[in-house]
């Protein structure tokens, strides 16, 4: 008779899928949770990985009856659909070909200066400008505040690798500030490298719509005369002391790309109140010659004819087009209604998550009034091959969570080998090896959101007891 074992299987972003059972085959590869430094190969992380999951499969098969285990049938990664307004929109400038935003007549506004002033009026800025992304937002905020080439810049080592190559892109270089289990910056560590790098820059990053102390920062930059800014790309909707993200800093960014509040494929938004700066923006982004005056929202002329007699800024031309601005316009007016409703379902997740052994959800300060369209936990009490584990069991039940750590995680520092990777932000490290992240899709009903959490249940419980080898 032919011997089965179970084929646990690696895919090709490093995580484990449970398959059936299977004639005697199996492979080994490459640890998939940074714990180490570099790249070495790790076999015997994985073989243990490996071991705790076939061990979960021989118990289902010896277990008589089998429970049923539950399974999410719709994916977490579902994007918020574009209301039909903005289709509309969008496909009638496409059938005229006026997609580039300065091609309108005097008296017109374009679609993008719409957008602008309903972003702006939203957030309570005087200005928003329109980007292509806002990546392009954080690299042109740097550039219009006045980074140099080789200017060290301060920013979290935990966040997305936009924000570190924003940076590069800059001709900044990067120094990382460690996070605290909340994943919000650790002001400590933050005051320590402010003196020991010298720097006077700081991008601060509201990685996942979390606030950090701004207040304690804010006191920190005046303290050591740092300029900041805030990365707001996940933080649209969310305040701080009643007052919109993004004020604490001279420029805030935000993001449209499709898994943001307002989705629009790709596109971003630099706001500011400083008239200097929102010059610099509007010709950074493309606003060559006179086209300035085609901004409805804009300083006045002399604000920018004096820019331009010291030096004509560099046309980086990256401008948001008409037809983006057509699919955000309509999600301006709703995000409040959205809001509401992403909390409200965040609660139920959050109180149904904690009760799950070995999983923590972070609070955030008590000056925040969030946005919850996705959910962070940590994993307490769990060794690597039972994270990995956990994640493959989630995975096969339909439910795709991400490790913050994880060595393909483009939020993963150990990643961003296009600057100097850190040595001193171990702290970092340590929290999202074991951080889990967990999207909460708007076109989810809250009957899903219950099947999304039990399928975690049990999965938890699934790795939990099964015996676990050292």
């Known amino acids: 008779m032919a011997s089965y074992k179970t ?10 899928v449970n398959g059936s059972a299977h004639k005697t085959s199996h492979r080994c590869a490459r640890s998939s949770l940074t714990g180490s430094r570099g790249r070495t190969t790790v076999l015997r992380s994985r073989a243990r990985a490996l071991n705790v999951s076939a061990r979960l499969a021989t118990d289902k098969r010896n277990t008589s009856p ?16 574009i209301p039909q307004a903005g289709i509309d929109r969008a496909t009638e400038l496409m059938q005229t070909g006026r997609l580039f935003r300065f091609d309108i007549d005097p008296t017109e506004v ?26 392009s937002a954080i690299f042109l905020a740097l550039k219009a505040m006045g980074v140099q080439p080789g200017d060290k810049v301060l920013s979290n080592a935990f966040t997305f690798t936009a924000v570190p190559s924003a940076i590069v892109h800059a001709s900044g270089e990067p120094v990382y500030v460690d996070c605290e289990e909340n994943y919000t910056l650790d002001l400590e560590d933050l005051e320590r490298k402010m003196q020991s790098s010298g720097a006077k820059w700081l991008v601060v990053s509201h990685m996942r719509g979390k606030l950090s102390d701004m207040d304690g ?9 740092v300029r900041f800014m805030e990365d707001c790309a996940h933080s649209l909707g969310v305040l701080w002391d009643g007052k919109h993200s993004g004020h604490h800093g001279e420029i805030a960014c935000i993001s449209a790309q499709s898994y943001k509040l307002i989705n629009s494929g790709e596109g971003g938004f630099a706001l500011t109140n400083n ?23 804009r300083p006045e002329d002399e604000v920018f004819e004096s820019i331009k007699r010291k030096q004509i800024p560099p046309n980086y031309s990256m401008r948001m087009t008409n037809v983006t601005a057509a699919c955000i316009y309509p999600q301006i007016a709703t995000i409040e ?26 609070k ?9 369209d996705t959910i962070q936990f940590n994993l307490k009490g769990l060794d690597l091959e039972q994270t990995e584990a956990f994640i493959g069991e989630c995975e096969a039940h339909g439910v795709k969570l991400d490790i913050f750590g994880h060595v393909t995680n483009a939020r993963n520092f150990r990643n961003w080998t296009y600057a100097e990777v850190p040595e001193d932000c171990t702290k970092t490290e340590e929290i999202i090896k074991f951080a889990v992240d967990c999207r909460l899709p708007a076109v989810f009903e809250d009957k899903d959101f219950d099947v999304l959490c039990q399928v975690i249940r049990e999965s938890m419980e699934a790795v939990t007891t099964a015996p676990h080898v050292n």
């Open 7 to 16: 084929t646990v299987i690696e895919t090709l972003d490093g995580r484990l």
């Open 110 to 135: 374009d679609e993008v200066s719409n957008c602008e002033m309903e972003v702006a009026q939203y957030t309570g800025f005087s200005y928003a400008v329109g980007m292509n992304s806002c990546g």
């Open 364 to 372: 955030q300060l008590h000056q925040v009034r969030p946005c919850c």
């Open 275 to 297: 008239d200097d700066l929102a010059a610099k923006l509007i010709m950074f982004t493309g606003a060559y010659e006179k086209l300035y005056h085609k901004h409805a929202l």
């Open 217 to 225: 920062i804010a006191a920190l930059c005046e303290k050591y005369q």
């Open 337 to 362: 209604e959205r809001v509401e409703r992403y909390n409200r379902r965040y609660e139920k997740v959050e109180s149904e998550l904690n009760a799950i052994p070995h999983i923590s959800v972070p």
């Open 66 to 81: 089998a429970a049923p285990r539950t399974r999410l049938d719709k994916s977490v990664k579902l994007a918020d659909p």
